[in-house]
């Protein structure tokens, strides 16, 4: 009763590096790793929404930097980091439905092979947008 007490008092059970044990992926399972990158491409997402609002600033402030935008947006680079953002949207917002389908509890005994034909559907239309982004 009194080392009930005792934990009680102190507060929550916190872990010594809350951010790596955010990503733990030590028991090596699909389902660890999926919802370790689900987490990071949202951080991803959320980093890119931010630098998408400060060009958008930028590009407001008249001509000048919309030229030079357009130069910098069409290197390769920034052409691979679209495709890097297609990756993570795909990714996450694929993920994201077998998570909801399994959530409801449909495809809980097959949210393995759920996983990889949603993640073939993933790589289809990733190869399909990379194409399109560096031939359009």
């Known amino acids: 009763m009194q080392e009930t007490q005792d934990l009680e008092s102190r507060g929550p059970v916190r872990a010594r590096r809350p951010l790596t044990a955010w990503f733990d992926v030590r028991r090596d399972r699909l389902g ?10 949202a951080l ?5 929404l931010f630098i998408h609002m400060a060009v958008l600033y930028l590009l407001a402030q008249g ?17 691979a980091l679209d495709v890097v953002l297609i990756f993570g949207i795909l ?18 005994r097959n949210h393995r092979r759920l996983f ?21």
Do not use: C, K, Q
């Not at 660890?32 to 491409?41: D, E, G, I, K, P």
């Not at 991803?44 to 890119?48: D, F, I, S």
């Open 91 to 108: 990714f996450h917002g694929l993920n994201g439905i077998r998570v909801s389908l399994v959530g409801m509890g449909i495809g809980v």
């Open 32 to 41: 660890s790793w999926a919802f370790a990158l689900n987490r990071l491409t």
């Open 63 to 79: 001509e000048s930097r919309w030229d030079s935008f357009i130069l910098v947006v069409r290197s390769p680079l920034f052409l």
């Open 44 to 48: 991803g997402l959320t980093l890119y």
């Open 116 to 136: 990889w034909i949603l993640s073939a559907i993933g790589l289809v239309l990733l190869l399909v947008s990379a194409w399109l982004v560096f031939t359009i």
